[in-house]
């Protein structure tokens, strides 16, 4: 079951006669009211998590809806456009009624901008949160535009609390869950539902050199730029390769300065991504916050350790010192990757740690975890 973050356990007398309230009966017809579709060249790791939720749902014999903004994919669960990127917000609630019509569970994916559908929605809804983005507004909208960030950030804190009164929301993880306490919400709402993975088959060859990847889109505050800023000081110890894998609104600025040894991919697929993260002799995650960091579980069910900050999200993805290391400024980011690019026994030993770990999660667990928090929503 999923985990209530923090509750306590309350267990009746020895002896006392057990009473098991009747459940309701699963939402059949559930709407998932997101930012973009899996197939969107923006998409990352909140559009997966939902992609394999509709889609693990919809084999399970329910009726998923996806409603979201930009181009529609086709996939064995609806996927419908709202509108446009940012337009969509406004649109959602008329393209609900337009094309959805109604639904016995509609899930409102919080990713900073709310739809707000308690509001207009009146019946049960589910909040999933990846993070809560209080510090991330001010990095995005800073100087001059610092308004918009006071704005946007009083707005999310205020659609994860005031506009949402009852019922639960899940969040990725223990970080995330701390966050939304922090901002409001009560511990006993929050339910924590954890990213999963595929198990990714037969593993690649590790790379005889020395290979380290950073995976993720090119957004301010996956910090890349503290990444190659950090290469420099690697490299003349370590030597090898650094490959940025992904693709975004930074990437022009980001391969300006880039030295050398450093490698931009762009967009790759996923059999060219299991194949760098079994090649890779460390995964770089340098990212200021994150809900869970799905992309060190998918390192690590290659055998692949990580080299994070100690930051929301990672801290809960990493184990620190057995499945990767957990830095708490650049001076120790720079040292543990050097640290751990030199000691062949140690990787080795991490790697196989985080394999271990990596198989505690798996996306049909998750899909029962969020499907008993579904169930809980339409009571």
Same mark, same amino acid.
């Not at 506009?163 to 922090?182: D, E, F, I, Y």
């Not at 990757?337 to 062949?344: F, N, Q």
């Given at each position: 079951?999923?985990?209530?973050?923090?509750?306590?356990?309350?267990?009746?007398?020895?002896?006392?006669?057990?009473?098991?309230?009747?459940?309701?009966?699963?939402?059949?017809?559930?709407?998932?009211?997101?930012?973009?579709?899996?197939?969107?060249?923006?998409?990352?790791?909140?559009?997966?998590?939902?992609?394999?939720?509709?889609?693990?749902?919809?084999?399970?014999?329910?009726?998923?809806?996806?409603?979201?903004?930009?181009?529609?994919?086709?996939?064995?669960?609806?996927?419908?456009?709202?509108?446009?990127?940012?337009?969509?917000?406004?649109?959602?609630?008329?393209?609900?009624?337009?094309?959805?019509?109604?639904?016995?569970?509609?899930v409102e994916v919080c990713n900073g901008v709310p739809y707000l559908a308690p509001l207009w929605h009146h019946g049960p809804t589910l909040c999933l949160v990846n993070h809560v983005h209080t510090d991330l507004w001010r990095m995005r909208f800073g100087g001059p535009l610092?308004?918009?960030?006071?704005?946007?950030?009083?707005?999310?804190?205020?659609?994860?609390?005031?506009?949402?009164?009852?019922?639960?929301?899940?969040?990725?993880?223990?970080?995330?869950?701390?966050?939304?306490?922090?901002?409001?919400?009560?511990?006993?709402?929050?339910?924590? /539902?954890?990213? +999963?993975? !595929?198990?990714?088959?037969? &593993?690649? @060859?590790? $790379?005889?050199?020395?290979?380290?990847? #950073? =995976?993720?889109?090119l957004v301010e505050y996956k910090r890349i730029d503290l990444l190659l800023r950090l290469w420099e000081r690697v490299r003349p110890v370590t030597g090898g390769r650094l490959v940025i894998v992904g693709d975004g609104p930074e990437r022009e600025r980001l391969e300006r300065?880039?030295?050398?040894?450093?490698?931009?991919?762009?967009?790759?697929?996923?059999?060219?991504?299991?194949?760098?993260?079994?090649?890779?002799?460390?995964?770089?995650?340098?990212?200021?916050?994150?809900?869970?960091?799905?992309?060190?579980?998918?390192?690590?069910?290659?055998?692949?350790?990580?080299?994070?900050?100690?930051?929301?999200?990672?801290?809960?993805? /990493?184990?620190? +010192?057995? !499945?990767?290391?957990?830095? &708490?400024? @650049?001076? $120790?980011?720079?040292?543990?990757?050097? #640290? =751990?690019?030199?000691?062949?026994?140690?990787?080795?030993?991490?790697?196989?740690?985080?394999?271990?770990?990596?198989?505690?999660?798996?996306?049909?667990?998750?899909?029962?975890?969020?499907?008993?928090?579904?169930?809980?929503?339409?009571?």
């Open positions: 079951m999923p985990q209530h973050v923090p509750s306590p356990l309350r267990t009746a007398p020895p002896g006392a006669p057990q009473h098991t309230p009747a459940l309701p009966p699963h939402p059949r017809r559930i709407v998932f009211l997101a930012h973009r579709d899996l197939g969107n060249p923006a998409a990352g790791g909140s559009e997966l998590l939902v992609d394999r939720l509709a889609d693990g749902l919809t084999r399970l014999g329910h009726q998923v809806t996806l409603l979201c903004g930009g181009p529609a994919a086709f996939r064995d669960y609806r996927v419908v456009s709202a509108g446009g990127t940012y337009d969509h917000y406004l649109r959602a609630r008329s393209a609900f009624a337009r094309q959805v019509g109604d639904c016995d569970l509609l610092a308004p918009a960030a006071r704005i946007g950030r009083r707005l999310e804190h205020w659609a994860l609390t005031g506009a949402r009164q009852r019922g639960p929301v899940v969040a990725v993880s223990a970080s995330t869950a701390r966050a939304l306490h922090g901002i409001g919400v009560p511990r006993e709402r929050i339910r924590v /539902v954890h990213n +999963g993975v !595929t198990d990714p088959g037969p &593993r690649a @060859e590790r $790379s005889p050199e020395p290979l380290f990847v #950073a =995976v993720g889109r300065p880039a030295g050398p040894g450093v490698e931009f991919t762009g967009h790759v697929s996923e059999a060219e991504k299991h194949r760098l993260l079994c090649a890779a002799w460390l995964l770089l995650h340098p990212s200021a916050v994150e809900g869970w960091g799905l992309v060190v579980t998918e390192a690590a069910a290659r055998g692949t350790p990580t080299v994070a900050f100690d930051v929301p999200g990672l801290r809960d993805s /990493v184990r620190d +010192g057995e !499945t990767g290391v957990l830095a &708490r400024g @650049e001076s $120790s980011f720079a040292a543990a990757w050097c #640290a =751990v690019a030199l000691d062949a026994e140690r990787r080795e030993s991490m790697g196989k740690a985080a394999l271990e770990h990596a198989a505690r999660y798996r996306w049909e667990h998750t899909v029962r975890e969020f499907r008993a928090v579904a169930r809980e929503a339409v009571r």
